[in-house]
């Protein structure tokens, strides 16, 4: 017996990966649960790509140099990384270090494949798909951003269907039909997460 | 890519066992859990007492004979079983089956031993171990129902401090601090369950 009144946890965070078809509508789930969260950050990647205006460095993203970031692969720094375009994006193993080891937990948006990235690493993460309700809702929510000409448009239901065929491989499966029930699954994901035995003191 | 617009999920309900310490306020929780809750249902145990006025066979319990209860025992139909001063109380493999056939979600409260035997049955559980938030909360709870005589409680007090070190058993560690909020967190983990990706289509 070790329970004590007022015994502070000292448990490291944990992370959530999530993933989305692109026009899933992930970024406004996770906006939302973040906003509403005071124990829970996103992580912030690095990147090649040069800082748009406005951008800080440390806050948006980690501002490296193809060098730089190359020297950090070799090293055995990122947990995840990929060549998107041409620039380089990636998660630094301290970044997630720095925000678990306070207690809090972080999020990553990553897409599938560096959802397997993350987990062949041996990372502990509570991966979290976040499906549209169907293909049909997908390409009407695709359009109604009205920024997609048709060739996109095609690509990236292509893409869709291969990634919605790989939600079976993350932990949690969210139907982002209605905004607020994707958001209320996604918080008692991590409600959940958080009662694990493991997990408390 | 097997997702159609409103098709249905297959998938067969969970069992989530639930224990606490007498006076851990179990009860209350799951009675408020259950009732707001309209895809679960209290699992229904077989017992060997007789029935007292107003309990209703099916309902309340199964209610048994020895005989009945042994040969059952027998036949391996029970999942897990025990001797309570005299009176046998188990469940039966087939009360949980009828359940989670239907879709639906099966509570269960069993003591530390009962999670026990239930997960050496290999039985797929979620199990939640409700705790006090202090023993001294535990005791106070305890001479707070009025019910109990001195050495009731030093006993009672006994068995808590065992089965609390058998928290980390459990999936779950729920502390009982604030009712509602203890209720919410059994609602997070029943709706992160059903968020799993393999309990959906």
Redesign the interface.
């Known amino acids: 017996?070790t329970?004590?009144?007022g015994e502070k946890p000292a448990v490291h965070g944990s992370l959530f990966v999530v993933s989305a078809p692109s026009g899933g509508g992930k970024r406004t789930v996770l906006r939302k649960v973040l906003d509403r969260d005071g124990k829970a950050e996103y992580g912030v990647s690095a990147t090649t790509r040069p800082p748009r205006p406005g951008e800080v460095e440390g806050q948006d993203y980690f501002f490296l140099s193809q060098d730089e970031f190359q020297r950090r692969i070799k090293a055995g720094e990122f947990v995840e990384w990929a060549d998107v375009h041409g620039n380089l994006y990636g998660t630094l193993r301290s970044e997630l270090k720095r925000v678990t080891a306070s207690g809090r937990d972080v999020f990553l948006e990553l897409d599938v494949q560096g959802m397997r990235n993350l987990r062949n690493a041996g990372i502990d993460a509570v991966s979290i798909?976040i499906?549209p309700?169907?293909?049909?809702a997908l390409e009407a929510r695709l359009r109604g951003r009205g920024t997609n000409d048709e060739r996109d448009i095609a690509v990236r239901m292509r893409n869709a269907?291969a990634e919605?065929?790989a939600?079976?491989?993350?932990?949690?499966?969210?139907i982002n039909d209605d905004v607020d029930t994707a958001v209320?699954?996604v918080?008692?994901?991590v409600?959940?997460?958080r009662?694990?035995?493991?997990r408390?003191p």
Chains 1, 2 share one sequence.
């Open positions: 017996m329970m004590r009144d798909f499906m309700p169907s293909l049909d269907e919605l065929d939600r079976k491989e993350f932990d949690y499966v969210v209320a699954d918080e008692a994901i409600r959940a997460r009662l694990e035995s493991a408390q």
